[in-house]
């Protein structure tokens, strides 16, 4: 019983052992679970506060979105009130062109037009949108409401769908029976829409169709002018032929010093009037595009000098000195028009010799080598004259301008030199300019770019060399000095330069040596021919030469002798060149040509027939060849010329241009139809009064073998017969008479 007991107390104290140990663990599982929630009861907390903070920014974004979704609105109302704006702008102003304008859908329906494309059809069809462009077409042909050139409306309409349909419409111009014209632009737009633009075009073809009759009335206008120019031209210059041949003619009689006086002055004033006649009918040439050039090889330097031979009178008369500064490394031989360059020359020079009134005119030429045989050259012509005011500069190569006023005119001219010069040059392809000062004189210059046409062995590299070493020379102007200095010393002579007689006198007293003197003629204190004198009587024994510009007032013969040369100024290159080979060889020099062949025995007279209408002309001429030996013969007509040429068979035939019943053009043509049967052929000279450009080619055409312009010069005829001189006929011109 006791036992019992004491198991039961060990079982109930094992009992409360394990329920305190129940407990503990329960205690610690309730701990770990308080924990547990604990934390899960703070990330709960955590979680709530986050969301209600998402909840305040989304409640913070929703009202910003609200506020920007009103504002966007607002934005898309103006934008939309904008839009409205420019469309109803845009609208109005295609309202208020006077083209049509029209647009059509991807399938060719309108989709808007403005008033000016529906008037088009106002009172024919309402066009509304919607309508085809098809349908629109077969209305038009229908109504014929243009005009279809003669075409079946149906085929028209076919036509006119098919233009459409490329990438690339063409405009269209439509005729509408009331005599509008209507042109078609259309396009194609990116989105595919058909863009039509309908253009009224009548006042502009009304337009093109009054310019195309005024320009037809101004070259018909041109054309009166040119012939009345042509005109003009024969009219004047026939009279002057015989106004200036006679003058020439009456100059080469025996008369007074008054009298003689006369005939120059009317010579002198007939030439200076073809002078103006010839810068008008140039002036106009230019005006009208009509100048041509004819380019051939020809020697500038001689151009230059001929041209400076031509004024020396007046330069003479005024105490102007002409001189020539030509680079002596520049070869003289080019392509280019000489008459045209001739004239440029002449044009400048003759300014500048008008204009200065003392002191000295220079004209100087240098330039370079280019690629392809071509040089440019540089050409001024400068003075001691008056000058140009710096206002005047930019209108010196205007039409009609001179440099001093109308009320007070001291220089005579037409003003148109200098301006025929720029288009010249400018024709050449070169420019022009100028450089002046008022008092001290002016320097014309012009470029051009020219071919080269120099032979492989210039003169200088020809014949015996120079052998002279020391050259005196004397010249009272420095630059001619100047020149001179540099055309000897590219020959091998070492050059003394004095500026007056007697300080080349004293320099031979200090005893130096020269192998040649040159001497200016003309100069102050002691002209050349007395500074020879001097020379000889002081032992001086070297050759000397005379440069002159006046060869005829060089003293007595046996002055004269005392020369061994006289070169005309200004002095030519080659000239120089060929006179101190000369003096380095004298013996050679000295051999005597070979005596002229007899003439053969029993020739005949040169038959030589002129056909010439005017009466006064015809004296002219025959008193011009009085002195020639041949058998001359006068046609009044074409008609007789042609038969005087059947009868008389001449070796040359100088044939007017302008004459009655038959012109020389056609005497010609007649001519040389007869010479097609009979196998001859005879030179035909042309003599005419005409000036203008195309005359020579008409008259070249007809059959005529060279031409001489009105008023005729007895050196041009003398030429013209000495190289036509057949073989069996006596020289027509002897050595004793004189051809100008």
Not at 384 to 408: K, M, Y
Not at 461 to 490: F, M, S, Y
Not at 536 to 542: D, F, L, S
Not at 633 to 649: K, M, Q
């Amino acid at each position: 019983m006791q036992s019992s007991i004491v198991d039961k107390l060990a079982q109930e104290r094992r009992a409360r052992l394990a329920a305190e140990r129940l407990l503990e663990q329960k205690k610690r599982e309730l701990f770990a679970a308080n924990q547990k929630l604990a934390q899960h009861a703070r990330a709960l907390s955590d979680q709530i506060v986050q969301q209600r903070h998402g909840l305040q920014r989304a409640l913070t974004e929703a009202e910003s979105l609200k506020g920007e979704n009103t504002k966007v609105r607002d934005d898309l109302q103006r934008a939309h009130s904008v839009a409205q704006i420019a469309q109803r702008r845009l609208w109005d102003a295609l309202e208020t062109i006077r083209d049509g304008f029209a647009v059509f859908d991807g399938d060719l329906r309108l989709v808007v037009a403005n008033r000016a494309y529906l008037s088009f059809f106002r009172g024919h069809i309402a066009l509304t949108p919607g309508v085809t462009y098809d349908s629109v077409l077969q209305l038009v042909a229908r109504h014929g409401m243009v005009d279809m050139g003669g075409r079946d409306p149906l085929d028209w309409h076919h036509e006119m769908v098919a233009r459409i349909r490329g990438s690339h419409i063409d405009p269209f111009i439509l005729h509408t029976p009331d005599g509008r014209h209507i042109k078609l632009i259309d396009r194609w737009a990116e989105d595919g829409d058909l863009v039509c633009l309908a253009q009224d075009i009548t006042s502009t073809i009304q337009r093109e169709a009054e310019l195309e009759e005024a320009r037809r009335r101004a070259e018909a206008a041109s054309r009166a002018k040119s012939a009345f120019l042509a005109n003009m031209s024969h009219e004047i210059r026939t009279p002057m032929n015989g106004v200036v041949g006679m003058a020439e003619l009456l100059a080469e009689t025996d008369l007074t010093e008054d009298q003689r006086l006369y005939a120059e002055t009317i010579k002198s004033s007939g030439e200076a009037l073809l002078t103006i006649i010839n810068d008008v009918l140039d002036y106009s040439k230019i005006e009208a595009e009509r100048l041509r050039l004819y380019p051939e090889v020809f020697d500038l330097e001689r151009c230059v000098h001929e041209v400076m031979v031509l004024l020396q009178p007046t330069a003479k008369d005024k105490g102007v000195k002409l001189l020539v500064d030509y680079d002596l490394f520049l070869p003289t031989r080019f392509v280019a028009d000489p008459g045209r360059m001739r004239q440029i020359m002449t044009n400048l020079l003759g300014n500048a010799v008008k204009f200065t009134t003392a002191g000295h005119v220079l004209a100087r030429v240098v330039g370079f080598e280019r690629a392809t045989s071509e040089y440019e050259l540089h050409v001024t012509v400068e003075d001691t004259g008056i000058g140009i005011a710096p206002e005047l500069l930019d209108h010196v190569f205007g039409e009609f301008n001179q440099v001093e006023s109308d009320s007070n005119r001291k220089f005579e001219g037409t003003g148109l030199g200098l301006t025929i010069t720029r288009q010249l040059v400018e024709l050449m392809g070169g420019a022009v300019w100028v450089d002046s000062e008022p008092g001290k004189g002016s320097c014309f210059g012009f470029k051009v770019v020219v071919p080269v046409a120099e032979p492989a062995e210039p003169t200088e590299k020809t014949g015996p060399p120079i052998t002279l070493k020391a050259a005196l020379v004397i010249d009272d102007l420095l630059i001619n000095r100047v020149i001179l200095e540099r055309q000897l010393e590219t020959y091998g002579l070492d050059v003394t330069l004095c500026r007056s007689s007697a300080e080349a006198l004293r320099v031979l007293e200090d005893g130096a040596r020269f192998d040649v003197v040159l001497t200016d003629h003309q100069m102050p204190e002691m002209d050349g021919m007395a500074l020879v004198e001097k020379l000889r009587e002081r032992g001086v024994a070297a050759p000397i030469l005379l440069l002159t510009s006046d060869p005829e007032a060089m003293g007595d013969g046996r002055m004269r002798a005392e020369l061994a040369g006289c070169l005309e100024k200004p002095v030519l290159r080659s000239n120089l060149f060929r006179t101190l080979q000369a003096l380095s060889h004298p013996d050679a020099a000295a051999t005597p040509p070979d005596p002229p062949a007899p003439p053969p025995a029993e020739l005949r007279q040169m038959r030589i027939l002129a056909a010439e209408d005017n009466r006064t002309n015809q004296l002219v001429f025959r008193k011009m060849v009085q002195d020639f030996d041949i058998d001359l013969r006068f046609a009044n007509n074409g008609r007789e010329a042609v038969d005087l040429w059947t009868a008389f068979r001449p070796d040359l035939v100088f044939m007017d241009i302008s004459m009655p019943e038959m012109d020389g053009r056609e005497a010609t043509r007649a001519i040389r139809a007869a010479e097609g049967v009979a196998g001859a052929h005879t030179p035909i000279c042309a003599l005419t009064a005409h000036a203008m450009d195309g005359d020579s080619d008409s008259i070249f055409a007809a059959g005529v073998d060279h031409y001489l312009t009105k008023p005729l010069k007895k050196t041009a005829i003398a030429d013209m017969i000495r190289a036509h001189q057949p073989a069996d006929a006596r020289p027509p011109i002897g050595s004793d008479d004189e051809a100008g």
